[in-house]
């Protein structure tokens, strides 16, 4: 009988693989799962890293810029004319932000291939093939929003605000408050010329169609306006009117492109 009890019991045995973390150091999460999947730990040490090559391509893009800083400046403010800076530092600083902001333009795609790298692993054979026309597209839409934005709308709309001028009234265009202006002017063009891309994504899916569009276009008349009352950099009817016209023609562009070219 106690050779038969014996034999009934189980003599647990640890693994050795248990054995090699040390006492305490046992961690669940830091196991692969089935299947080859990236453990938790794995897809933040993945995240850490594709963030320091995008702050790199950043610092490398600022100082880049950086040197070519006044050359930058001349091309920015060329359709103001003359500027001044009213603080001793103030010429400084506007080195720094437009070094900055071009850096950071620089780098973009980058930045946006680093993230398209890290969703890589869990995206299917189709949606990778997907992100492959849309990177490079979204850049290439942004940057044609800004060149939109600084050879055709922005010399109008500094000739409407400076039209203002009387002989007792001059503008004095300060270097700092321009730059912001146009930083906050620029990038909302370069945002809103993703519109097409968007649209084509969502028709892709099968959420909408040129016929859906096409049936909206009253309501977005006056989305148009409210986007364009929120995102421009001043209150004045004149921009937001300038950012609205261009979002409809990206609007009805998209319609014409989903019905001739995708059949939707």
């Known amino acids: 009988m106690p050779e038969e009890r014996q034999a009934a019991v189980e003599v647990y045995k640890p693994d050795a693989a248990e054995h090699s973390h040390g006492p305490g150091e046992f961690k669940p999460e830091s196991f692969t799962e089935a299947g080859g999947e990236m453990s938790l730990v794995d897809h933040l040490q993945e995240l850490r890293a594709r963030i ?51 850096g950071i333009l620089g780098a973009l795609p980058v930045i946006l291939y680093q993230i398209w790298a890290f969703l890589v692993p869990a995206l299917t054979a189709n949606e990778r093939t997907a992100l492959v026309i849309l990177v490079p597209s979204s ?13 055709l709308v922005l010399p109008a709309a500094l000739k409407f605000f400076i039209g203002f001028a009387s002989d007792n009234l001059q503008p004095l265009l300060s270097l700092g408050q321009y730059l912001s202006f146009i ?58 009117t300038m950012i609205a016209i261009p979002l409809l023609l990206l609007y009805e562009a998209s319609i014409l492109v989903l019905k001739h070219f995708m059949g939707k």
């Open 183 to 240: 930083i906050s002017f620029l990038l909302p063009f370069g945002i809103i010329f993703e519109l097409p891309l968007f649209l084509v994504v969502l028709a892709k899916v099968g959420l909408i169609s040129s016929a859906f569009l096409a049936g909206k276009r009253k309501m977005v008349v006056v989305l148009s306006f409210v986007v364009g009352a929120v995102i421009s950099p001043t209150p004045d009817v004149f921009s937001q």
């Open 139 to 151: 850049v290439i839409l942004f940057f044609a929003g800004l060149l939109f934005s600084y050879f």
């Open 52 to 102: 320091i090559k995008a702050a790199i391509a950043v610092g490398i893009g600022f100082i880049i810029s950086y040197f070519y800083a006044e050359q930058l400046i001349q091309f920015i403010t060329a359709p103001a004319g003359k500027l001044y800076y009213m603080s001793p530092a103030e010429g400084f600083f506007s080195y720094l932000k437009i070094a900055f902001v071009t």
